[in-house]
């Protein structure tokens, strides 16, 4: 079973920083598709941003588009979120997913989520 488990969260205030990482276990990280959703309070999961197996293609929300990056290493099995100029509205609990069943890059659903990671900016 893949297992996932995200870290990094924090509080910060409003046009600070943070680095959220996703450590993958259980399969072949190279293998996954994977992203970063996130759940406001009040507000359905949603999309934040996404990246394909080999790392070469990634899309962003329109939210958060020149804000933060998506990276990741598969040679250390991690996924990473890079956030700056942080916004009040980004507060949400942020969820590293993968699906090993997708193609090149995540499309619908993933099969597989970690806990996630409480990201809180104060204005």
């Known amino acids: 079973q893949v297992q996932l488990v995200e870290s990094g969260g924090g509080l910060v205030q409003a046009g600070g920083s943070l680095r959220l990482s996703c450590a993958a276990s259980?399969?072949?990280?190279?293998?996954?598709?994977m992203g970063w959703f996130r759940q406001a309070p009040g507000k359905e999961r949603e999309f934040v941003a996404i990246i394909s197996r080999n790392g070469g293609t990634s899309y962003y929300t329109d939210s958060v588009k020149g804000r933060f990056t998506v990276s990741r290493d598969n040679a250390e099995n991690a996924l990473y979120l890079q956030m700056s100029s942080l916004k009040p509205e980004d507060t949400a609990v942020y969820y590293c997913?993968?699906?090993?069943?997708?193609?090149?890059?995540?499309?619908?659903?993933?099969?597989?989520w970690g806990q996630g990671t409480q990201v809180t900016v104060s204005s």
């Open positions: 997913a993968a699906d090993p069943s997708a193609g090149p890059i995540l499309g619908g659903t993933p099969t597989y």
């Open positions: 259980g399969r072949t990280f190279s293998s996954f598709a």
